[in-house]
């Protein structure tokens, strides 16, 4: 069993790789959000623990990124952090992750949830992350759309960046972060490659009051992509 650990905190790091290799697992460490996603992305692991607040990319965001490049393929998530708000534990589990361990840790609670959901994946081939809008909506894990009971035809990039915008409603988005995640820190991707991106998906997905959304553009930083409170 193999697992891609992404933590800054050294000593934690070390405390709890410690504990895994003890009980048999096979652990990889990363200290950079980007980093960790890239050897997801590239090799096989089993399980994925994040911690929230990681250099470059934070934990949510290495989520994301993994969901849409690896789709069905995506390892279980446990995120094990300090952060233990009710919004935030909710938020990470709306966003797919599968568990959700509140520092300090311990380490007969972490190999319990561990084997708990290595259990589920076995049993489960899979889930559907799915956000009903009404006259929108959209599906993750099979990478649709629907608008008005039609399937919309999109990229295989304009794809990656709507199923983002929905996973982040409300919430500003810097191009150069756009970038780090839908394109996964391609080289020479110019920020314009973004607004041609968000400008498409403005027409195909009528991101406009009439249907109760906006996408807005944000001067000299990115998009925020918004619900109408009464779309005409």
Avoid at 37 to 52: I, N, P
Avoid at 127 to 137: A, E, K, P, T, V
Avoid at 201 to 206: E, F, S, T
Wanted: hydrophobic letters at 45%.
């Amino acid at each position: 069993m193999r697992i891609a650990y992404l933590e800054d905190d050294g000593d934690v790091a070390a405390t709890v790789s410690g504990w895994l290799r003890a009980a048999g697992y096979d652990v990889e460490c990363f200290v950079s959000g980007a980093e960790c996603a890239h050897a997801v992305e590239s090799r096989c692991f089993d399980v994925c623990l994040f911690d929230w607040i990681v250099p470059d990319l934070s934990g949510r965001e290495v989520l994301a990124r993994l969901q849409i490049k690896l789709r069905r393929a995506m390892p279980a998530v446990i995120f094990t952090t300090g952060r233990d708000a009710e919004e935030d534990v909710v938020a990470v589990l709306n966003a797919g992750a599968d568990d959700y361990i509140v520092k300090p840790l311990s380490r007969a609670l972490l190999l319990a949830r561990l084997e708990a959901v290595t259990r589920r994946q076995r049993g489960v081939a899979g889930g559907s992350l799915r956000q009903d809008f009404g006259r929108l909506r959209v599906d993750h894990a099979r990478r649709q759309i629907v608008l008005d009971e039609q399937l919309v035809a999109l990229t295989e990039r304009e794809t990656d960046l709507a199923l983002y915008l929905f996973q982040n409603v409300g919430r500003a988005l810097s191009r150069a972060h756009l970038i780090q995640v839908v394109w996964s820190l391609t080289p020479d991707i110019d920020t314009r490659t973004v607004d041609v991106h968000a400008s498409s998906l403005r027409r195909k997905l009528r991101l406009n009051p009439e249907y109760g959304w906006r996408l807005v553009s944000i001067y000299g930083h990115g998009y925020r992509l918004e619900r109408e409170r009464s779309p005409a």
